[in-house]
């Protein structure tokens, strides 16, 4: 089996000129955004050296993309689909802020569940909406109490499918219970599943689309976290059996940003990346055990429960007394950047989102400095 995150280079990896390593002077070691330390899929390295070599850096075309994607999530999660349902768009974010203006305007309320990725409430205020918090419960799943109460003023919903920065992977019952809720107010469901095919071994992810009760919503796709393809831009929106018509209307030129590169390295990693793919599950469930082993070890005052999902870890570091923002204390004092719980909304304060995308010994190498943090 291939091992994407064994035997890095640290030196090699800080030759990197992407946000992750640009952000902090070279003595802080970058855990923070979500971009992997690994080599791209042998499978999607060929694909773009090859449309390199043939001067493929036109303008994309095609369904390609939407052909590929219905493939693995056929062959990953018994989910079919037709390109006629389908639509590409620039990134995740681009085809949902996209919809929305289908959908809404402005001064409407749409519901989310925090702690949730930041850019929903970003995204959301710079389009004139305004969110509204149903969050998520205790142990970090989906509450109907909250969704129920949002759902009486919202006219839609930001679903993250899993759920970043928890790592929560939606259970069907779940989901089949939000799909009622969500029908019985006339709430639309626009699903961010970006994270699907970082599910991690043990759990079981269940595409929002094949819920009952989901036909009138949107669910958007994309290869870039699985693959670590952020830099290449291309996602794929899907729309429910009722949602079709809505889909139609997207201007032509949402269409226009879509990188030909991004659509051809994602279509590789769809078809064939899948050996890659499960060799990166393989190697963040390992990383996975092993921060939870590091944690009771060198820092068990910190509440962790282990993602089902992501290359992401949320921890709880209220009990080390490092105030509302751990993550500034981790910065100065242990030279290790993680993020900052708060703007993930409300249960985000005295929180961080740790990225374990990255060796082991990286992992190690992180949990030793926000250690010394605390003991000076």
């Not at 409430?121 to 989906?142: I, V």
């Not at 051809?264 to 996975?288: F, K, M, T, Y």
Request: one cysteine or more; charged letters at 20%; proline letters at 7%.
């Amino acid at each position: 089996m291939v091992n994407p995150l064994h035997n890095l280079d640290l030196p090699r990896l800080r030759r990197r000129t992407s946000i992750k390593w640009r952000t902090y002077p070279s003595d802080v070691l970058p855990m923070w955004v979500a971009e992997m330390d690994c080599d791209l899929a042998p499978p999607v390295a060929e694909a773009i050296h090859g449309a390199i070599a043939l001067g493929d850096t036109g303008y994309a075309c095609g369904t390609s993309y939407a052909e590929a994607l219905a493939g693995f999530a056929s062959g990953r999660w018994g989910w079919t689909f037709e390109t006629a349902q389908t639509s590409l768009v620039a990134d995740v974010m681009v085809g949902i802020c996209e919809v929305l203006k289908l959908l809404t305007r402005p001064g409407d309320t749409i519901a989310v569940s925090p702690p949730v990725y930041p850019p929903f409430f970003m995204f959301l205020t710079s389009m004139g909406l305004k969110p509204l918090t149903a969050p998520l419960d205790a142990r970090g799943r989906l509450d109907p109490s909250t969704l129920e109460q949002a759902f009486t003023q919202a006219k839609v919903y930001l679903l993250c499918n899993p759920h970043n920065p928890t790592g929560t992977v939606h259970t069907r019952q779940e989901l089949t219970d939000l799909a009622a809720l969500a029908s019985e107010h006339g709430v639309r469901v626009l699903a961010d599943e970006i994270h699907a095919p970082l599910t991690l071994p043990g759990a079981t992810f269940t595409p929002w689309l094949t819920v009952p009760g989901a036909e009138s919503g949107f669910s958007f796709m994309s290869a870039s976290k699985a693959w670590n393809l952020a830099g290449i831009k291309s996602a794929v929106a899907i729309a429910g059996e009722r949602a079709v018509a809505d889909l139609a209307r997207l201007p032509e030129e949402v269409s226009h940003g879509v990188s030909h590169l991004g659509v051809i390295s994602h279509v590789a990693a769809l078809r064939e990346g899948g050996e890659w793919l499960d060799g990166l599950l393989s190697n963040l469930d390992e990383n996975r055990t092993h921060l939870a082993n590091l944690l009771k070890e060198r820092l068990p005052a910190v509440r962790h429960v282990p993602a089902q999902a992501t290359y992401l870890a949320w921890l709880d570091c209220r009990d080390l007394k490092l105030g509302d923002d751990p993550a500034e204390a981790f910065l100065e004092r242990g030279r290790v950047a993680v993020n900052n719980g708060t703007p993930f909304g409300p249960g985000g304060t005295g929180r961080v989102r740790a990225n374990i995308g990255t060796s082991r010994e990286l992992v190690s190498e992180g949990i030793r400095r926000m250690a010394s943090t605390v003991a000076q």
